[in-house]
């Protein structure tokens, strides 16, 4: 297995609390990755390709690494998420978290305050996630809008209105 990403840190942080010998860890910058052809049985990715802006060519690039009916699974940030208004949450009068989305069509990179001030994160429609597997010879086999549930609120009191959107857009396909 190899597991990628751009940033060091979070390559030790991976390799810390990760001891399988099977696991290789590598630096790569999903912009410009090239993978062997036929290489792998899946491809999965976490919440990293909402930071990506060429994703037309990394699609391409795993549709070339994939076996034929080999598997590519990711999430990202739901489109809903990566459209805000403001760049982060805001509470309603009534302490409820509220995310104002804004210019749902206009795609391209979005500047957000989260963990740091400025963050860009790469908004797109989900018919571009759709359109984007189609293009590059996917079949979409699954796709999940995950939304925090009323039980989750109840557990998490500060989620409320976390509940009222979907925060993150899994989708699961094959070559
Ligand atoms: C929200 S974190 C998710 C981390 C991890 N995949 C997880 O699920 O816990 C987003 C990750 O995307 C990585 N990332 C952002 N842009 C990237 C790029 N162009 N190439 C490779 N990794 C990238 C960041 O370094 C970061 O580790």
Known sequence: MHGL??????????????ADPAIRYERADLETLVLAEGAFDL?????ALHY????HGLFEQVRRGLVPGGRFVFSV????????????WTRDPDGR????VNRYAEEGARSTDWLAKGVLKQHRTLAS??????????TLARL????ASADDVAAHPDWAGAD?????LLMAAHR
């Open 77 to 88: 940030e739901h489109p809903i998420y990566t459209a805000p208004a403001r760049p982060g």
């Open 52 to 55: 990506v802006e060429n994703l």
């Open 97 to 100: 978290l509220a995310w104002p």
């Open 164 to 168: 009222e959107r979907p925060s993150f």
């Open 144 to 147: 999940e809008e995950w939304s």
């Open 129 to 138: 996630y759709v359109n984007l597997l189609i293009e590059n010879g996917f």
């Open 5 to 18: 990403d751009v940033s060091e840190n979070m390559l030790a942080r991976a390799r810390e609390t990760t």
């Open 43 to 47: 491809v999965y990715s976490s919440l």
